[in-house]
């Protein structure tokens, strides 16, 4: 059973970074798309970004292009989710999720994916 542990959420201002971490153990993920949601309240949770565990392929949202990168620690075992330029509308509950996705695909609805973390809440303050 595959396990995904968020860390790194908290509150900041306008303008600050923060770098989100996904622990992800249980299994192997070298055919696994990981991915970053994140559910504004109010809001239906949507995809931010998502990369592939085995070859680095990603994929970031138009909404967040140029500000947040996704990488993975293959020493670590963690995907990460590094947000610069931070703003009150990135305020939201983060969630990491992982799906088998043996074709190579990147998923990007949340159906798409099985195993989902906790999530870690981030709050930007104006």
């Known amino acids: 059973q595959a396990q995904l542990v968020e860390s790194g959420g908290g509150l900041v201002q306008a303008g600050d970074s923060l770098k989100l971490s996904c622990a992800a153990s249980?299994?192997?993920?070298?055919?696994?798309?990981m991915g970053w949601f994140r559910q504004a309240p109010g809001k239906g949770r949507e995809l931010v970004a998502a990369?592939?565990?085995?070859?680095?392929?990603?994929y970031h949202a138009d909404s967040v292009k140029g500000r947040f990168t996704i990488s993975r620690d293959l020493t670590k075992n963690t995907v990460d989710l590094q947000m610069n330029s931070l703003g009150p509308e990135n305020t939201a509950v983060y969630y990491c999720a992982a799906v088998w996705a043996p074709d190579g695909t990147l998923p990007k609805s949340q159906s798409d994916y099985d195993y989902w973390g906790q999530g870690t809440q981030v709050t930007v303050s104006s």
């Open positions: 990369i592939r565990w085995g070859g680095g392929r990603t």
């Open positions: 249980g299994r192997t993920f070298s055919n696994y798309a």
